[in-house]
């Protein structure tokens, strides 16, 4: 029957107790970076379908509400006052840019409370 020294007992579970930390800031830091990432997708998408119903319809109401309806995957949901329509009226040259400023809640508060986001989405009018 082999034995270990008797000093080395406990070492273990110390060593453990000394990476725990690490270890559970790398799967939280994981878990943020991931969601962000998500609702960055969600805002450039979101952008997107405001810019192309702005370029087709040539209606900045119209833009801003299908740029909410994209964007329900955020929680919270976008409002009208998160979305820039530029210009206010296409013309047959011109592009239409939509941009959305969105601050994501994080879900643990390690990082900061929030994290300021932006979507863009450009489109050729009457396009």
Same mark, same amino acid.
């Given at each position: 029957?082999?034995? /270990?020294?008797?000093?080395?007992?406990?070492?273990?579970?110390?060593?453990?107790?000394?990476?725990?930390? =690490?270890?559970?800031?790398?799967?939280?830091?994981?878990?943020? &970076?991931?969601?962000?990432?998500?609702?960055?997708?969600?805002? /450039?998408?979101?952008?997107?379908?405001?810019?192309?119903?702005?370029?087709?319809?040539? +209606?900045?109401?119209?833009?801003?509400?299908?740029?909410?309806?994209?964007? =329900?995957?955020?929680?919270?949901?976008?409002? +009208?006052?998160?979305? %820039?329509?530029?210009?206010?009226?296409? /013309?047959? /040259?011109? %592009?239409?840019?939509?941009?959305?400023?969105?601050?994501?809640?994080?879900? %643990?508060? &390690?990082?900061?409370? %929030?994290?300021?986001?932006?979507?863009?989405? =450009?489109?050729?009018?009457?396009?």
């Amino acid at each position: 029957m082999i034995r /270990t020294p008797q000093p080395e007992r406990g070492a273990a579970a110390v060593e453990f107790a000394l990476i725990l930390p =690490v270890l559970i800031l790398l799967i939280v830091g994981m878990l943020e &970076f991931s969601r962000a990432y998500n609702a960055q997708l969600s805002l /450039t998408n979101a952008a997107r379908e405001g810019a192309r119903v702005m370029a087709v319809h040539n +209606s900045a109401a119209l833009a801003r509400t299908a740029a909410i309806g994209a964007g =329900v995957a955020l929680e919270p949901a976008l409002t +009208s006052g998160d979305i %820039t329509v530029t210009p206010a009226t296409c /013309t047959s /040259t011109g %592009t239409v840019k939509v941009t959305i400023d969105y601050d994501l809640e994080l879900m %643990t508060g &390690f990082f900061g409370a %929030t994290i300021p986001l932006t979507g863009i989405g =450009v489109m050729l009018c009457g396009g």
